[in-house]
């Protein structure tokens, strides 16, 4: 079964590690794209759009400060410098006599938000367990072309991007089931992208295909993603940023601001290949001998436009 998907391009966990993060990916760079804080001191050096972050907590002693920064906000993201697949993310989308309301409708209060940014200076989101810092951050307000078929939280799409190259994208939607995240892992629908059109196909929640979003009712497929070329150049300048041969780039539209990088992942999920209905081994192997250097994130994206036009 293995040696059939992998003779239908299909990348797997270990051909991921072994055969691209490994040999691609130096240790150092890692935390360049770990690291969120990290990731936007590299971004703001090539004038890379980014969230805002209103503070950064990396101490206990700084919650003290906590009530103060949240006073004048009416929506917020608590993050997790160093989480991953969404976990510590808290989307405040509003104020109500005091508390705090979240994507998912639940409350908080100014203590239960300074208790989960205590767990996430505690490391216990953090991919390597360590201490970590903690961010409040800017939300992003859903473009108007995405609004009608997301659940309220933030859709983003996902690159994936080898040696410079954008390889393969989709569309990341929150639902009821995710809690209004839009990670797959958690309930969210990954939906394939033409990578070359910048247009959607359909999706994936789970392992079950789906063309219309099971809670606002909406068709998936055909949708343009607006200021796709700007989103594949965000995407391309994380070779720059993070200097990783293998990685996954998350962009979000915001309403007003445009396409925002939200991060990098050098351990990108695989589901985006059920999402896209194509392997991303194939488009890799497609990209090995290819050359980077010397070549501009622009020069890039049409030559990789170009390669996976004629895998089609």
């Known amino acids: 079964m293995f040696r059939k998907l992998s003779q239908c391009g299909v990348l797997g966990m270990n051909a991921r590690i072994g055969l691209f993060m490994l040999p691609y990916n130096k240790r150092s760079d890692y935390p360049k794209a770990d690291d969120k804080i990290i990731t936007f001191q590299h971004a703001s050096l090539y004038r890379i759009p980014v969230p805002e972050n209103y503070a950064i907590f990396d101490s206990f002693g700084s919650l003290k400060q906590l009530s103060k920064i949240v006073s004048n906000l009416k929506s917020f993201v608590i993050k997790p410098a160093k989480g991953a697949m969404g976990n510590g993310i808290i989307v405040i989308v509003d104020r109500c006599n005091g508390s705090f309301i979240r994507a998912d409708g639940k409350i908080e209060d100014i203590n239960s938000l300074r208790y989960h940014i205590s767990h996430i200076l505690s490391g216990f989101y953090s991919i390597d367990g360590y201490p970590d810092r903690a961010i409040i951050q800017y939300k992003i307000q859903t473009h108007n072309a995405l609004q009608h078929i997301t659940y309220r939280g933030v859709p983003d799409v996902r690159v994936i991007v080898f040696k ?18 839009a990670n797959l892992h958690q309930g969210g629908i990954g939906v394939g992208i033409d990578i070359n059109t910048g247009k959607t196909a359909n999706g994936v929640m789970g392992s079950t295909l789906v063309t219309i979003h099971p809670d606002t009712g909406r068709n998936l497929a055909g949708i343009a993603i607006p200021f796709w070329n700007k989103i594949l150049h965000l995407a391309a300048v994380g070779y720059e940023i993070s200097h990783l041969g293998f990685f996954g780039a998350d962009i979000a539209l915001d309403n007003e601001k445009g396409p925002l990088l939200l991060e990098l992942n050098a351990r990108p999920g695989l589901s985006i290949q059920l999402a896209n209905m194509a392997g991303l081994r194939k488009r890799l192997k497609a990209f090995e001998c290819e050359n980077p250097n010397g070549l501009l994130p622009e020069e890039r994206i049409q030559k990789a436009l170009a390669i996976l036009q004629s895998l089609v």
């Open 164 to 181: 410079g190259f954008p390889t393969m994208a989709m569309l990341r939607l929150p639902t009821k089931k995710s809690g209004g995240r």
